[in-house]
């Protein structure tokens, strides 16, 4: 199994961009599908997109066009590029690694989840 720890999270203005990184323990890194997730103040955890071992990727409406996720699994990471913020983007954004199908279709009781990270959008 592996472990995850995101970084990359802070404070951007409306339109800014950030770039969230998800670092990997584990040799089977490549055969996870990996995902990002975000939850915001009294609101449930929600799926933001998600990559698979083929590199096929897919979002959440609220974020297609503006979000990128991407992963190398030479270093073991997955990234999430996010462009264009905007306040209703402010969310503690978790990595999560699973099957494609608990990631995309199921989007719970993932096997696999990060410690979060903070992401505060200003307007």
């Known amino acids: 199994q592996v472990q995850l720890v995101e970084s990359g999270g802070g404070l951007a203005q409306a339109g800014g961009s950030l770039r969230l990184s998800c670092a990997a323990s584990?040799?089977?890194?490549?055969?996870?599908?990996m995902g990002w997730f975000r939850q915001a103040p009294g609101k449930e955890r929600e799926f933001v997109a998600a990559i698979r071992s083929d590199y096929n990727t897919y979002y959440a409406d609220s974020v297609k066009g503006r979000f990128t996720i991407s992963r190398d699994n030479a270093k073991n990471t997955v990234y999430l590029q996010m462009n264009s913020l905007k306040p209703e983007d402010t969310a503690v954004y978790y990595c999560a690694a699973d099957s494609w199908f608990k990631l995309v279709v199921v989007r719970r009781n993932v096997e696999v989840w990060g410690q979060g990270t903070l992401v505060t959008v200003s307007s």
């Open positions: 584990g040799r089977t890194f490549s055969v996870y599908a």
